[in-house]
């Protein structure tokens, strides 16, 4: 009976982080409608669920109760989506790009992306990023909130999607082996202040 519950446990471990691809979704949809402070929040949620779903998946041992089931790969979908797809098409409908460029500007991120999400040492043994991590959920809240002039954002989505490709420790913020409890704080604190703003 233990060995059973521990196997539906790790389960639903592992559907709470699929949930982040429902959000996904639902975050285009509100993007499309031009609902960009939902679709914030979706983006919002969908960082708490990764913020959250390892600490889970660790303490009910979800390798050890579902081994034939790969959850790293299932969290690498739902973060390409949430933190590449879902941001790309932010910067056309959210017209932070200029107009004559904006597709392919958008795409570049993807691919950057892409390469970085298929690399086998993108995260240190230490626990940070190597490369600009897919945080381009971050970097489109603030061209939104800060209203920087379209060819600034343009430049900046050149400079971060090149980074992807240079191999410089960036903080992974959920696994931080430095001052986590401080970094996860103020991080939610950074949330909200963001969304406040936005609302401005």
């Known amino acids: 009976m233990q060995m059973h519950s521990g196997l539906i446990i790790a389960w639903l471990v592992h559907l709470y982080t699929a949930l ?62 949430n933190y590449v797809l879902v941001p790309s098409l932010f910067l056309i409908r959210a017209e932070l790009l200029p107009p004559e460029d904006a597709f392919w500007l958008a795409a570049v991120p993807l691919v950057a992306s892409a390469y970085g999400f298929c690399q086998k040492e993108a995260k240190t043994p230490d626990h940070f990023f190597l490369g600009f991590p897919s945080y381009w959920n971050i970097v489109v809240i603030y061209l939104y909130v800060m209203r920087t002039p379209r060819w600034i954002n343009a430049f900046l989505i050149l400079i971060l999607s090149a980074l992807v490709f240079v191999p410089l420790k960036y903080l992974y913020p959920s696994r931080s082996p430095i001052l986590r409890g401080l970094t996860n704080t103020l991080g939610a604190i950074w949330g909200i202040l963001v969304f406040q703003i936005g609302r401005a």
Not at 37 to 59: H, K, N, P, Y
Not at 62 to 70: A, G, H, L, R, T
Request: charged letters at 25%.
């Open 20 to 81: 982040g691809a429902a959000l996904a979704f639902f975050a285009l949809l509100f993007i499309e409608q031009a609902k960009f402070q939902e679709a914030f929040w979706l983006m919002a949620l969908a960082v708490l669920i990764d913020a959250s779903d390892g600490t889970l998946a660790r303490l009910v041992r979800v390798k050890e109760q579902i081994p034939w089931f790969d959850g790293d790969r299932l969290e690498d979908i739902v973060d390409y989506l």
